[in-house]
Structures are given as structure tokens and as C-alpha cells.
């Protein structure tokens, strides 16, 4: 049988030729069955489909995503900024994370938190770590004026100068700065101290536009733009606020001429929020690209970073007045108390780890503490009855059984023709005793009446007084065996018991009001009287740490990358402005201390940071509670960000010119 098909192609002719004309197209289509035609498209699309993956595996194997620059980084913020100076090194995150981009300081942090140059392009460390010589890049202020050694010069000079009450200042006290030539500069410290890279972390001020300010004139609070110039990455485009005054966003633009690198992004944005339910659902519905919110809110599109931090919550006893705090053994039942682990979970998240050490061993790769005190409720129940803080049946709370002190003690020999007090008292004494002094009289004179009186109540406690001394008859006299049991007949201290109740200082924000809640419940679970005294930042500052009023404070402490615990732990520094808020007094403390921070190697630094944290350990003036990490909670669509360990919360943005939005594909 002649195949249809065959005979219409049969009209047609097909060189190879060329490319089939339109015309050849549509008969080839019209002699085709639906059933072909439909297997014929189906065909195609798989050629297609094929021809269009290889192309696009070839080209995407073939090149590599780089970044481009482009694009805007929102980062949603609660509160409001105050002031953006970073002479004073303000107590609210947004105010240190604007300056952190803003401004530059001589060195600063990579990704993993150590150490690198900023605006120093070389330096030199000479006379034993006691001189610090730089040389500066060719940098620029945002309004185009060169960055000087005298810039650098006439910020530490406005550190140093008490009149402007930086809090920097203790750490460049004694410190002198020679400008060697306009980008030359030289530190030259008393003592030697190898850790002093980190103190030049500090931000610098352009000279030419604060050099004719008073301190009484200086910018503390949002100020105009011309005082928020800096040398940093980004520079200030505009602030708006409402008609009530509220900040609602700040925009930065990036600054071209930025010395280390063009910055990738346009813009950065800080959008301002009055409350975390607002920004939170911002971030969700992917009005902003990151935010750090109290425990991280990890939705879609969204990843929270945990990074390292090196920085602990601690419990402080005040060492410096006179309380029940003092007893060491009380400071051990307390930390026996307390379950770290919980406040890791419940107040942090499981994101953070417990503190032990005002040294951070794990995260800065110390040995270990060589024994800890774990969380043992009923070891620290135990302590607190030995300790005599027992639990009153009728309240239910712990109180203080203390030694009463005796109205009266005798300490004086007395015999024929003594007089005065103790002689009155010695009156009043023996005419307890009816059949020892009958006639009783109180005249304050030792008469002949008053040795009979004496030479009966001795022979009455005979076994007690005169067996002891050897004496087989009694004198009259009254000495030291007489005394002991005249005090103990007539002036008995005893015993008084008195309420405890242990008052927790701290700041009434996350996450420290949280973790005082926390150790509330821990300790009034062991029948304890616990009250928290929560008080804004201004007020722990003014009036708890600068005049160290308190019984138990609750605080955080941050080390840098280079950890020198000095300033918070030796002696010198237990006085205000100082910073061992808990009055802690150790030689040896000092000793280790003092060698650690002057150190030349770091196998040196580490060997004393681990005795002194064994010598804290012993002492016990402060229960270290956890370390938690910093949560960052970022857009996917951000990329660029590296950050794993920082020094405070700031310098996430330290590294802040290699993020980007924006891609596009180069050939390998």
C-alpha cells in the first residue's frame, strides 16, 4: 500500500543546502497528523529546553558573581539616636554604630575580631613597646580636607582634657603624642604595654572644624551635619524627623573617595522604631535588610548570625562597704545558686555560653579554670543553714542569726577601793544573787561589803572560777576567771536573728533585667528574700556606678581582641572613674595583671591571664553568669557580610564597604 505521506513529500525538494524556505515550512506542517505535529513541538521544546540549559550551565560555569556596586541597606533600629560624637562614646548602640561608620580610628577589626590597619598604613613598635610610631594612608575628610597626624593629635588632646569628661580618658592618661611629620605619628607610653594597638581603635575628629569650640560649646546631642564629618566609609545625607521631633530616619551616603575602598552599597539607611512589634514586622515583610532584635527573629528570607562577642554579665558584690557580702562563704552559697545554664536558655536563646572567668578562656583560647562550681541547689541550701541564714517557719524566708553584742563586758581588774563604772556594774551584778549581796547597794565604790560579796560568788561558782586558776580558797579579787563568768551571768551577748534580704542594682533593660529575674527566682527558690532595683542607663551611671552604691550589682564588662582584664580588676582602679566597680583588692590579682598587660608574647599574656583567673576563681568577688553572642539578623538578599567574632556590638559595620546588593557575572 503507497504511504500518503510519502507521496506528498515526494513534491517537495529539500537541499542541504540552505534553510528551508517559509513556504516549505507550511506544507511540512500541513502534511503532518495532528499526532505528529504534537510529538514534532514537544520535540523542539526538549532541543530547546537542552540547548538552553547547556548554554546556561556553560555560562555559569564559565563565569563567577562579583559585586556591584548599588543599592541600599536598611537597618531597622529601636529608640533614638542622642549624640554622634565619639569623644563619648555613648552607652546606646545606634549612636556607636553610626560613628563606627561615620568615622575611621587608626586601627580597627576584621571579620574574626582582630586587629588591622585603618587609617595607618604602617607602624613600628620601638623602646620595648614603650613608642608606637605610624604612618598614615592618604586619607580625606568627607568635605575633601586631607587627614592629618594633627587631627590625631588634637583628638587625644580633647581625650586627655578633664574638662570634656571623655570616658576614653583612662586609657590615654599619660600617653604623649609628637606629629612627626603631616602623616607621621608617634605614642610614646610610660610603661611598656604591647596591648596598646587596641586602645587606637578610638574615632578621630577632623581639627579644622571642632579646633575653635569650647568644651562648654562641644556637640553632644544630633547636631547639624557640619559637625558629622568624618574620614569613614559613609557620610551623612540627611536626617528626618517628625513634627514631634522623632527621628525617623537617618541616610548616609557612601563616600567615593573612602581611602580603603569605593563601598559597594549607595546608601545606608537607619530607620527608627518606637517599639519591637513594628520593627519585626517590617523586617518580615522585607521593608528593611537586617536589624538586631533581643533573641533573633529568623523568618523567611531572613538569617540570624550569631557572632562572638567578648563580653560577660556578671553579678557584683560591693567589696568596698561593710555587709554581709564580705563573708565569703555567703558569696559561694549565692553563685551555688544560680543556674547559668538556664539564663543561656530562657534569656539568650541556647546563643551563648556560661561564664566562669572575667578572662573568657573558651573564647580566647586559655585553658580552662582547673575546677568550676556547678548550679547545686542543694549544696547551697546546706551552706546557707551552715552560715546560720535559716528559714523562719512562720514567714518562710531565710534570716540572719547573728552573735548579739553584749550591753556591758568587764575588762578590768577590780579590787578594795576600786571605783567607777565597772564597779557599779559589778554591783548590779552580784545583787542578783540575794545570798551573795544581800544588801544590794550600788554605789560605785569596791568597799569591804562589795569583797565579801565577791569572795561569796566565787566560792558559789568555785568549780568555774577558782578550780581553773589553781586557788582552793577565794581571794575577793576580781581577775580575769571572776570576769569571764560575772559577763557571763549578768551580759550575755546570745544570739539576735534579723531579716536578709538581698536588693540586685541593674539597668531596666534587656537583656539585663531579664537575667536579674532569672536569679531572683533561683535564689527565692532556696527561701530567699530577693528584691531588683532597676534603673535607667543615665542613672546607673550618675548614681550607682560612679558612687558605687550597691550591694549586688548586675553589669557587663566587655574585653577587647587583645584581653587585658586590668582595668576592671586591679586594685588601682577601685575607685571612681575606675573601673573595678566591686572594690576588689588582690596582690596577687595585681601581679598577674600588671605582667599580663606587659606581656611581649602572647604564650607570656596567656600564662598570667589563666593564674589570675584562678586567684578570682578562690576569691569570689563577682559571679561571672554568661557570655551570650550578639544576634544579627540580616536579609538574604545582603551579601558581603563575613563578620564572626566582634568586640562590641559597633563593629559589625567595621568591614561595612564590602557589602553589597548588587551582582554581576565575569568570565573566569
Known amino acids: 500500500m503507497k504511504n500518503p505521506f510519502s507521496s506528498k513529500l515526494s513534491k517537495f525538494s529539500f537541499k542541504l543546502s540552505k534553510f528551508p524556505s517559509g513556504k516549505q515550512w507550511k506544507h511540512f506542517f500541513s502534511a503532518l497528523s495532528k499526532k505528529e ?112 597626624s594633627d587631627d590625631i593629635a588634637f583628638t587625644v588632646g580633647l ?118 512589634r513594628d520593627l519585626s514586622s517590617a523586617l518580615s515583610m522585607k521593608d528593611l535588610d537586617g536589624a538586631s532584635l533581643a533573641s533573633g527573629k529568623l523568618g523567611i528570607g531572613l538569617k540570624d548570625y550569631a557572632l562572638g562577642l567578648p563580653r560577660y554579665f556578671a553579678l557584683f558584690f560591693n567589696l568596698n562597704k561593710e555587709n554581709s557580702f564580705q563573708d565569703k562563704g555567703l558569696r559561694q552559697a549565692i553563685s551555688l545558686a544560680i543556674n547559668k545554664a538556664k539564663i543561656v536558655k530562657e534569656v539568650f536563646s541556647n546563643k551563648g555560653q556560661v561564664a566562669d572567668s572575667p578572662a573568657l578562656p573558651l573564647f580566647f583560647g586559655l585553658n580552662d579554670l582547673a575546677e568550676k562550681k556547678e548550679f547545686n541547689k542543694e549544696e547551697a541550701s546546706k551552706l546557707f543553714d551552715q552560715l546560720d541564714f535559716k528559714i523562719n517557719e512562720t514567714t518562710g524566708k531565710r534570716e540572719a542569726t547573728k552573735l548579739k553584742e553584749p550591753i556591758f563586758i568587764f575588762t578590768k581588774a577590780l579590787t578594795l577601793k576600786s571605783e567607777g563604772q565597772e564597779v557599779s556594774k559589778l554591783q548590779e551584778c552580784l545583787a542578783k544573787f540575794p545570798d551573795v549581796y544581800p544588801g544590794g547597794t550600788i554605789s560605785g565604790y569596791f568597799g569591804s561589803q562589795t569583797r565579801v560579796a565577791v569572795i561569796k560568788f566565787q566560792e558559789k561558782f568555785k568549780a568555774e572560777i577558782l578550780t581553773p586558776a589553781g586557788l582552793t580558797k577565794a581571794t575577793g579579787d576580781v581577775k580575769q576567771m571572776t570576769r569571764e563568768k560575772l559577763n557571763e551571768i549578768c551580759f550575755p551577748g546570745g544570739e539576735e536573728t534579723t531579716s536578709f534580704e538581698i536588693t540586685i542594682t541593674t539597668s531596666d533593660q534587656y537583656p539585663l533585667l531579664d537575667i536579674a529575674e532569672s536569679i531572683k527566682n533561683d535564689l527565692e527558690a532556696l527561701s530567699l528574700n530577693v528584691e531588683i532595683n532597676a534603673v535607667s542607663l543615665s542613672e546607673l551611671q550618675i548614681n550607682v556606678l560612679s558612687k558605687r552604691n550597691f550591694e549586688l550589682l548586675l553589669f557587663g564588662e566587655a574585653l577587647g581582641s587583645i584581653p587585658d582584664p586590668f582595668t576592671f580588676w586591679h586594685s588601682s582602679q577601685k575607685d571612681y572613674p575606675g573601673l573595678n566597680i566591686g572594690g576588689y583588692v588582690s596582690k596577687q590579682a595585681d601581679e598577674f595583671l600588671t605582667k599580663a598587660r606587659e606581656a611581649q608574647t602572647e604564650q607570656e599574656r596567656n600564662k598570667n591571664l589563666e593564674a589570675f583567673q584562678e586567684v578570682v576563681a578562690k576569691d569570689l568577688p563577682a559571679i561571672f553568669l554568661v557570655r551570650p553572642d550578639y544576634i544579627y539578623t540580616l536579609s538574604s538578599n545582603l551579601k558581603g557580610f563575613a563578620m564572626q567574632k566582634i568586640t562590641e556590638p559597633s563593629k559589625r559595620f567595621s568591614t561595612i564597604e564590602n557589602w553589597y546588593k548588587k551582582t554581576k557575572r565575569v568570565w573566569r
Not at 160 to 169: A, E, G
Not at 173 to 200: D, H, M, Q, R
Not at 234 to 261: A, C, M, P, W
Open 159 to 276: 581625650i586627655q582634657n578633664p574638662d570634656y569628661q571623655s570616658p576614653l580618658r583612662i586609657k590615654l592618661t599619660g600617653i604623649l603624642v609628637e606629629p612627626l611629620s603631616s602623616n607621621k605619628i608617634a605614642f610614646k607610653l610610660p610603661k611598656t604595654y604591647p596591648g596598646f594597638l587596641e586602645t587606637l581603635t578610638f574615632k578621630v575628629l577632623p581639627k579644622h572644624i571642632f579646633k575653635d569650640l569650647p568644651y562648654n560649646g562641644f556637640p553632644l546631642t544630633l547636631a547639624s551635619k557640619e559637625y558629622l564629618v568624618g574620614s569613614g566609609p559613609f557620610k551623612i545625607d540627611k536626617i528626618e524627623q517628625d513634627s514631634s521631633g522623632f527621628v525617623k530616619k537617618i541616610t548616609l551616603n557612601k563616600n567615593k573617595d573612602y581611602f580603603l575602598k569605593e563601598p559597594y552599597l549607595d546608601k545606608v539607611e537607619f530607620v527608627f522604631f518606637k517599639n519591637e
Open 37 to 148: 505535529k504534537t510529538l514534532f513541538f514537544a520535540l523542539t521544546l526538549i532541543a530547546l529546553a537542552s540547548l538552553s540549559f547547556l548554554s546556561f550551565n556553560f555560562y555559569t560555569s564559565h563565569t563567577i558573581a562579583i559585586a556591584k556596586n548599588g543599592g541600599t541597606f536598611s537597618e531597622g533600629v529601636l529608640g533614638q539616636p542622642k549624640f554622634l560624637n565619639p569623644l563619648y562614646l555613648s552607652s546606646q548602640d545606634i549612636d556607636r554604630d553610626i560613628v563606627e561608620i561615620i568615622f575611621s580610628g587608626i586601627m580597627k577589626y576584621d571579620e574574626n575580631g582582630k586587629l588591622i590597619n585603618d587609617l595607618a598604613e604602617s607602624y613600628e613598635i620601638k623602646d620595648e613597646s614603650k613608642t608606637f610610631e605610624f604612618v598614615l594612608k592618604n586619607a580625606f575628610w568627607h568635605d575633601g580636607t586631607p587627614v592629618t
